[in-house]
């Protein structure tokens, strides 16, 4: 798929991998705005999401998460996706007042193209990707080949503990358009 710019030269979509997550209200309406919201307000295009996995909130007392993957293309550059994500977040009432609190609706960029990228509000690979199973997992689910950080996922899978992931019984692709 290409994407004419306004110079009129076509502008390559780029790939990206968004994890979905929320353990306040709503949980399931949650993600699913989200996920409309960005393709109402961006460029972007949702292209596969992943089934819904539900755990325990982990580094904090709260509910439990519900928590998935989508596969996004879009135009935007990754500081630029991450200004989107941050202004849904926001739009959707997510408060950030510390790191470990629960949320409506918490948006990571988990992998952009196969980039490398590190700045002061942005680190792709998410730091924290190889580290939590109810992200690597669903990413499982729709892009089973992927390495990360020199690494396929699935190695990275089977070192974590653990925790007591869910396969949530509903769909976020039901109803998204």
């Not at 993600?31 to 755990?55: D, H, K, T």
């Not at 002061?120 to 199973?133: A, F, G, I, M, N």
Request: charged share 25%; aromatic share 6%; hydrophobic share 40%.
């Amino acid at each position: 798929m290409r994407l004419i710019c306004r110079g009129g030269h076509p502008m390559p979509l780029k790939k990206a991998y968004l994890g979905l997550g929320s353990n306040l209200g709503d949980r399931l309406g949650q993600m699913r705005a989200a996920l409309e919201l960005l393709e109402l307000q961006y460029p972007i295009r949702i292209v596969c999401v992943s089934p819904i996995y539900e755990n325990r909130a982990i580094g904090m007392q709260g509910d439990d998460f519900l928590n998935a993957v989508a596969e996004i293309a879009t135009d935007l550059d990754p500081q630029d996706l991450l200004d989107a994500c941050l202004f849904v977040e926001s739009s959707m009432g997510r408060k950030r007042l510390a790191e470990w609190t629960s949320r409506t609706i918490d948006l990571d960029i988990l992998l952009y193209e196969n980039i490398e990228f590190k700045t002061e509000r942005l680190t792709v690979p998410h730091s924290q990707l190889t580290k939590r199973d109810f992200v690597i997992q669903p990413l499982l689910d729709i892009a089973p080949g992927l390495f990360v950080n020199g690494r396929l996922l699935c190695d990275w899978l089977k070192e974590l503990p653990e925790i007591g992931l869910r396969e949530y019984p509903k769909s976020l692709s039901e109803d998204l358009n």
